[in-house]
């Protein structure tokens, strides 16, 4: 089975622009998490997708934004970039169903990240 | 909310000695607890995950973490540390119910030095 990949794995960006970064989930998944990890820091709840809907936030801005589509990929896209968003972003696929959605026990898979430098 | 707390950001040990790493967590709710490991340029791997069942969970690659309630604590362990072991281990809680994220440590870098 494949794992999760995401896309691009490294970019640079300048403040003020957008970037948008993707994520295949791993196959027979069907929710997607974004996580931002700052240098020489632990992984920060951005937003969860399950079902092309979002089911959960983190304490992010609205220029934070995201996508699930039918194949259950998904999009996290950043608008207006600022210095502070410099960072890894994470991609993790999962399988729920609508029962154990809000369930904290569902095993995360992750893919390698998308490393973002703002300038 | 949840959060956990790890200390001591780089921690070095010998190769064939106790790996020891330290998770305190905080949780108005039962939690679930997981030990995240890290390789250079690679996505975060599950080690062991507590999920209310036996206290002592025995994970991947010989990695054991004890859930003690009394302590607020899982603290990760490996009885001989091995050159392999040297990555970023990151302690993690989520809750039981009606959260679905997870809260993660700061992270601690393991050196294994020969």
């Known amino acids: 089975e494949t794992g999760v990949t995401q896309s691009p794995t490294h970019l640079i960006k300048t403040r003020g622009q957008q970037v948008t970064l993707r994520c295949s989930s791993q196959s027979g998944h069907n929710t997607v998490s974004w996580y931002q990890q700052a240098l020489g820091q632990g992984p920060q709840f951005i937003f969860q997708y399950y079902r092309e809907e979002e089911n959960g936030r983190g304490n992010f801005p609205p220029r934070f934004s995201g996508l699930q589509f039918p194949n259950y990929s998904s999009e996290l896209n950043v608008n207006a970039l600022e210095l502070d968003d410099s960072a890894l972003y994470l991609c993790?696929?999962?399988?729920?169903?609508?029962?154990?959605?809000?369930?904290?026990?569902?095993?995360?898979?992750f893919g390698a990240g998308s490393r973002l430098t703002v300038l | 909310a949840q959060s956990v707390t790890q200390l001591g950001s780089h921690v070095s040990v010998s190769e064939g000695a106790l790996v020891l790493l330290r998770c305190n967590y905080s949780?108005?709710?039962?939690?679930?607890l997981f030990w995240y490991v890290q390789y250079p340029n690679q996505g975060l791997q599950l080690l062991l995950k507590y999920t209310s069942a036996a206290t002592l969970v025995k994970g991947i690659n010989g990695f054991e973490a004890e859930f003690k309630k009394s302590e607020t604590s899982f603290h990760l362990t490996k009885p001989s540390a091995h050159m392999s072991d040297a990555a970023e281990y990151f302690c993690?809680?989520?809750?039981?119910?009606?959260?679905?994220?997870?809260?993660f440590g700061k992270g601690n870098q393991v050196v294994v030095i020969p």
């Open positions: 993690a809680v989520s809750s039981t119910y009606g959260n679905n994220r997870l809260a």
């Open positions: 949780s108005s709710v039962p939690p679930y």
């Open positions: 993790a696929s999962s399988l729920v169903d609508r029962l154990s959605r809000f369930s904290g026990a569902n095993v995360l898979t």
